[in-house]
């Protein structure tokens, strides 16, 4: 039995609002740099720091559009260690921060983020 059914999750009002946040920039974050990638300009108006934001991440070598496509099929194997990705990764709150968020044991948002890490990481390499 997966442990998310032994372990549900459930977002504080507070919570739901950062993930949703949290979501709403990495959604615009992938967006931009599937765009940049594919040569199409982004029309509508200009979500300020964006750009430079894909910009420094390409620099980077870090291509956010992939990890939103692998975040995807990451929560088909976990949904809550998606969402702590989510919340710590585009919305930076500490990993024990979002334990209370998420009203679990901080083991397990710890335990979620580095699974989540760690199974991103194997599948950027295989890209």
Do not use: C, N
């Not at 930076?92 to 990481?121: C, F, H, N």
Request: hydrophobic share 45%; glycine share 6%; aromatic share 8%.
């Amino acid at each position: 039995m997966p442990e998310e059914e032994i372990i549900p999750y459930s977002l504080t009002v507070e919570g739901q609002k950062i993930l949703e946040g949290a979501q709403i920039l990495r959604r615009a974050l992938a967006h931009h740099a599937r765009a940049e990638r594919d040569g199409v300009k982004v029309i509508g108006p200009p979500k300020p720091g964006v750009a430079e934001t894909v910009a420094s991440m390409l620099a980077a070598g870090f291509d956010v559009a992939l990890v939103d496509d692998l975040l995807d099929e990451f929560e088909e194997v976990s949904e809550r260690g998606t969402r702590v990705f989510e919340l710590h990764f585009f919305a930076g709150i500490p990993v024990p921060r979002i334990s209370s968020l998420m009203q679990v044991p901080p083991r397990v948002t710890e335990r979620d983020w580095s699974v989540a890490k760690a199974w991103l990481y194997e599948h950027l390499k295989q890209k």
